[in-house]
Nanobody
Framework: VQLQASGGGLVQAGGSLRLSCAVS????????MGWFRQAPGREREVVSF????????INADSVKGRFTISRDNAKNTVYLQMNNLQTEDTAVYFC????????????????????WGQGTQVTVSS
């Protein structure tokens, strides 16, 4: 199993980035796929996740209306489109996967996730 995150970089406030998470070893359509972020000195927090059964997406309040999670089943890849980036979005972003059996309420915690990518740095300048 491998999750390869990419797409991070340096962007000015108000700009956009799209993160990608290419997966091998399982099918993204069969797992809950999530994006987390971790800023220096802070806990890793969930940003957004996408359920496998009904493709329901859940976003943290801090990114609602700005970030969109999606997946491409043919490419077995999950994306995070990030618009109107702010300096507080600066963090290392991680993709992760959780078994479809995990209940919704558990998916806000990093312990619910079985597989993790290596992280990609996003830096937003003012």
């Amino acid at each position: 199993v491998q999750l390869q995150a990419s797409g991070g970089g340096l962007v000015q406030a108000g700009g956009s980035l799209r993160l990608s998470c290419a997966v091998s070893g399982f099918t993204v359509a069969s797992y809950t796929m999530g994006w987390f972020r971790q800023a220096p000195g802070r806990e890793r927090e969930v940003v957004s996740f996408l359920r496998p059964t009904n493709s329901n997406t859940i976003n943290a309040d801090s990114v609602k209306g700005r970030f969109t999670i999606s997946r491409d089943n043919a490419k077995n890849t999950v994306y995070l489109q990030m618009n109107n980036l702010q300096t507080e979005d600066t963090a290392v972003y991680f993709c992760a996967a959780a078994s479809r059996r995990k209940i919704l309420s558990s998916l806000w915690a990093k312990d619910a996730y079985d597989y993790w990518g290596q992280g990609t740095q996003v830096t937003v300048s003012s």
